[in-house]
């Protein structure tokens, strides 16, 4: 019987030398039974400060924790490690790269809840999970479902931001069920998860609000200084590839 591994990392910083310092996660069968884990780990890397600004996690709070690969959530996350279960995140390429940095080498099936929030939702402004949490009104429901695992939520706390994608999640599947009714949600999210998205108009920069082919058509120079310049996300990488070769 698959299990359902939903997790959350923060971090000391978002660059090549920054390590995981708390996991949050949510551990589901098919019954329902749910397993929460909320664990700070130490780091010998310094919390940056842009870091502590966004999850509130400063030096006193790791002090004397065990190192990321000792806590239980590691040892659970390497336990269910095939490719019966599932590993869910938001943004799940900066999670999974973060694991990977501890020694984790994966074999479940992976999904990623922002890039199937961009198929399955294309007409949202944005997907953030903060962004969802209020678009969707999972608020509403977040404080019942967070009394049954005795979970405080928080924004960008990763126990906090796991509740609200569990709730997320059951939309993800009922989406998935209005819109491919002929396949098995789960393994939708997961061929989701594997297919870039084609982003219609971009959400910053000098452009924000505009269409990207029209972009391309216009100004084709900044969309290739843009590749070769900016930190982009796979699918705006995706996209602006394929814009450019039309």
Not at 3 to 19: C, H, S
């Amino acid at each position: 019987m698959p299990k359902y591994v939903l997790f959350d990392t923060e971090t000391t910083g978002n660059q090549e030398e920054d390590r995981v310092i708390q996991f949050g996660a949510m551990i589901v069968d098919q019954t329902g039974a749910v397993e929460a884990y909320d664990e700070f780990c130490s780091s010998d890397v310094e919390i940056k400060i842009e870091a502590m600004e966004v999850h509130n996690i400063t030096p006193n709070m790791i002090e004397g924790k065990p190192q990321a690969t000792q806590t239980t959530f590691y040892q659970k996350l390497l336990e269910l490690n095939n490719e019966e279960n599932y590993l869910i995140a938001h943004n799940i390429s900066f999670d999974m790269g973060m694991v990977k940095k501890e020694g984790f080498e994966n074999s479940y099936q992976l999904i990623d809840t922002l890039r199937c929030a961009k198929h399955l939702y294309p007409d949202m402004p944005y997907h953030r999970l903060q962004y969802l949490r209020y678009a969707l009104e999972l608020y509403k429901t977040e404080e019942q479902e967070a009394a049954k695992h005795n979970i405080t939520i928080k924004a960008h706390d990763a126990i906090g931001d796991v509740l609200v994608m569990k709730l997320f999640l059951s939309k993800l599947v009922m989406k998935c069920r209005e819109i491919y009714p002929d396949y098995n949600p789960m393994e939708k999210l997961v061929d989701l998860t594997r297919t870039p998205v084609f982003i219609k108009t971009f959400k910053f920069g000098k452009y924000r609000g505009k269409d990207i082919q029209e972009v391309a058509s216009q100004d084709a120079g900044y969309l290739n200084w843009m590749k070769s310049n900016m930190d982009l996300d796979e699918d705006l990488k995706y996209t602006l590839d394929k814009v450019l070769s039309n």
